[in-house]
């Protein structure tokens, strides 16, 4: 890494949340984008600052090594052990089931993926190309490839929902260099 081991931030669960969709071109039937009250899981939800500063402070520096070492990363005021898991839980339905209700249900297109499922090592390919720039990690690769790969052919929506999933909640893909 060029900018050194220090460099990045971890992304906003609202960045996380409309990347997803955008990386999948998520639509509802209904042409709607009816995204609202995810505070209650992933920590912000649109239009529902608490001030006009935003989510958390400019200034927020984790107490621990990040404060320890002068740094700040506001994005982690809004972290907790509990939003670590309900936002993880609220990606993973968006992957598998959509986010939303009857004609508003947002849904990932999952068509291109679907096509390279029976080839694992094509679709982290392309799901490294869209979601990580061409910097996945081979370690995080090789331990999607295994979890794809263990998921029956016959299963092609499966395997890239799960690809997508664990991609989509590994620490290469939260915090983004």
């Known amino acids: ?5 220090a460099y990045g931030h971890l992304r906003e669960p609202m960045i996380r949340f409309v990347s997803m969709i955008r990386a999948f071109s998520g639509r509802a039937p209904s042409g709607r984008f009816r995204i609202s009250y995810l505070e209650g899981s992933m920590g912000q939800a649109p239009f529902r600052s608490p001030t006009v500063f935003n989510f958390f402070s400019p200034d927020y520096g984790k107490p621990g090594p990040i404060a320890d070492a002068g ?13 670590a898991v309900t936002a993880t839980n609220a990606m993973r339905g968006l992957v598998f089931y959509g986010y939303g209700s009857n004609q508003d249900r947002i849904r990932l297109d999952l068509t291109v993926e679907q096509q390279l499922a029976l080839d694992p090592g094509a679709l982290l390919d392309r799901l490294d190309t869209i979601l990580f720039g061409g910097r ?21 929506q499966a395997r890239v929902q799960t690809a997508i999933h664990l991609l989509g909640s590994s620490a290469e893909f939260l915090v983004q260099k």
Request: net charge negative; no cysteine; proline share 10%.
């Open 1 to 5: 890494m060029a900018a050194g081991e």
């Open 71 to 83: 740094r700040v990363s506001p994005e982690f005021q809004i972290t907790s052990e509990t939003t």
């Open 136 to 156: 996945l990690s081979p370690e995080l690769r090789q331990i999607v490839v295994e979890a794809v790969t263990a998921i029956p052919a016959t299963r092609p």
